[in-house]
Every structure is written in C-alpha cells, then in structure tokens.
C-alpha cells in the first residue's frame, strides 16, 4: 500500500496534480469573494420573489451549501434544478442562477434559454465557453473566473470558486446576510488549519479502504454531505451514500440488518455547533450502529462559525477522498467513466 507520507510516490500517481487543487481550496474562496465583490446588478434583480439555482454535479454544491447555511435567513424561496427543465413559477419576478464550471453543461443552457424565454432576471458563474458567450450576447451579469488556483481543471476540485462565487453574487444582491469580515475569518481559519485537516484526512482514508462510506451529518452540514458523496464517487473512485440526521432516524436504522457482511463505515461528522437535540441524535444513531456492529469512524469539525465548519468540512473531504484515491492507486483527476457517458451521449445525438 502507498504510505500518505511519500510525496515521490503520490506524484507519480497524481499526474494532474489533484493535490494542489486541493490545498488551494481557501485562495480559491478568496479569489470568489473578491472578485464577486465588484459585480455590478440592476435594481430589478432586488425585486424578484424566488430564487432558483441551476446546476449539474459539482456545479450544484453551491446550491446544496446555502440552503444548509442559511435556510433560517434566506429571505426568499430558493431552489435548486438538477436537469432540463426549469419549474412552471420561473417568470420575470424570478432569480435564476446560472452555474456551470465548464461553461458548456447542456442541460444548463436549456435552462437558461426557456428561463430567458420567460423574462426571468439571470446571473451565470463559469469559468467561460458557451455560458459566459450567453451572458455576454444577452447583456447579463456574470461572474467569469479564472481559475488559477486549480491546476487539476476538474470541476469538482474549484469549488471554492463556484461555492463562493454564488454566496457573493447572493450577498451583493443582499439576499445573504454574510459580510465581508465573515469570509474572511472563515478563510483564515481554513488556512490555519489546513495541516491538522490534511493529517485528519489521512488518518479517514485509511480507515475507508475497500469500505463503503455512509456520510452522516446534519443542519449546516448537510450540504456537504452531498458534495463529499460525489467526492468519493469522482475524486475516491468510490461507491459512497450520505443520511442525514434526523431523518435517517426514521427510516435507516432498520436497514442495518442485511446485508450480513459489514461493508458500510459511517463516516460522522461531528460539530459543536450543532443543536442540542440534534447532538443528542448524533450520539444515539452511534450507539444503535454499534449495536448493529457497523464500524464508525468520527469527524469532528472545528470551526466558531457555521460557514468556517462548512469549509474546513469542504476541504476535508477533498483531502479524505485524494488520499483514498491513492490508496488505490488511481489518479484522483481522472473521470474516464464520465467521460465515455457524454462521448456516448453525444454521438447518439449526432
């Protein structure tokens, strides 16, 4: 097995250098925060009555992540599309969010042609390519990032600019109560704490070797639990599943009877920062997974506020699930079943 420590060895396995992608999580938040800043909107988009974000895999966290923020502060409805079609309610008094990394995700572009269609008022966040050519032809606010601090290319490892990116448009518009003093703490912690993150890390992957891992987290966390599944899946090479607390107290503890071989870990994450009731859950769903003789392996998170857990919580999982990929002995950066599925779908397409 790879020992984490080999930096000659990881090299030679990490050939689009994941890795540094990965410890520039917290410049890549900053580079967001400020660049977003400075985005200039009309008056009319304060004045709509719905916001609704479409996004595909990793250009989807933002989404995930400020409805877990900020679901008690968020002023207006806000939801998320997962697909082609945007909700019958999208009219002029709509917000809709554009975001794709690439710039080129086809099902983002039919949104944003039938939500244009409609009158909605549109923002976009891309790195470039077709969106960044919509914005641009219709005249719409948009922040296009370069992304200098992820050398691997791969979405999935620049979501400090895409995470980031949607809160600033957000809070420039005044629909997210978070300042400038706020990110900014958030990311210094980060930087902080970026090596007990990464040994933390290190010390996770190696226990979720040839295990399946079940993310368990809750409230301001639950956005993240979303991400680290499609972490492990891309960035792992792993199959993953996430519950969150308290609804799996409802249904999923009935479910740990079978199969009879125990290949499940549950990887809890734990904060102080949770609510009393939801602690309480916490340590009751751990002592009925014991009881059940399914293993568990704890993740407690650090951070004063909510938004510092759910970054040091961010960067945890893309160290977990490098470290895991290398275990494995794959390159972290590679997605080459994702790619052959749009190869395939697009030549049936032809």
């Known amino acids: 097995m790879v020992s984490l420590d ?12 994941t890795y540094a992608s990965v410890v520039n999580l917290s410049k890549q938040c900053k ?33 995930y992540f400020i409805k877990a ?35 080129s995700t086809e099902e983002i572009l039919t949104c944003a042609k039938a939500a244009l269609a409609r009158g909605a008022k549109l923002a976009a966040v891309a790195s470039g390519s077709h969106l960044e050519a919509f914005a641009k032809t219709n005249n719409l606010p948009a922040y296009i990032f370069n992304p200098l601090h992820n050398p691997a290319k791969q979405p999935r490892l620049g979501q400090g600019y895409m ?30 704490q970026n090596e007990t993150i990464e040994k933390q890390a290190k010390n996770i992957a190696s226990e979720l070797v040839e295990k399946i891992p079940v993310i368990v987290a809750a409230e301001h966390l639950a956005g993240n639990a979303h991400a680290l599944r499609n972490q492990f899946n891309e960035t792992g090479k792993s199959f ?36 009393p009731v939801v602690q309480k859950r916490f340590a009751l769903t751990k002592n009925v997974l014991a009881k059940n003789n399914m293993s568990v392996v704890n ?11 759910a970054l040091y919580t961010l960067s945890l999982g893309g160290y977990i699930t490098f470290y895991l990929a290398i275990l494995y ?7 080459p079943w994702v790619d052959y599925f749009k190869q395939q779908l697009q030549q049936s397409s032809l």
């Open 6 to 17: 080999d930096k000659a060895a990881i090299a030679l396995i990490d050939k689009s250098n």
């Open 31 to 63: 580079q967001a925060w400020e660049e977003t800043q400075h985005i200039v909107f009309l008056e009319n988009y304060r004045n709509v009555q719905n916001i609704t974000l479409c996004g595909m895999g990793g250009s989807a966290y933002a989404a």
């Open 69 to 103: 923020l900020f679901s008690k502060k968020l002023p207006l409805p806000f939801a998320l599309v997962n697909g082609y079609d945007i909700p019958a309610y999208i009219n002029e008094k709509s917000l809709v969010l554009l975001s794709s990394y690439s710039g």
């Open 163 to 192: 995470i980031l990116g949607h809160m600033g448009l957000l809070a420039r518009l005044g629909f997210l109560p978070l300042t400038t003093p706020e990110v900014t703490e958030a990311i210094s912690f980060l930087e902080e």
């Open 240 to 275: 993953a599943s996430y519950s969150l607390i308290p609804e799996l107290n409802h249904h999923l503890m009935e479910g740990l009877v079978h199969p009879q071989e125990r290949i499940l870990t549950f990887l809890m994450f734990r904060s102080a920062l949770y609510s």
């Open 299 to 309: 993740a407690q998170i650090e951070g004063k506020t909510t938004l510092s857990q």
């Open 329 to 335: 002995k794959k390159d972290p950066s590679l997605i």
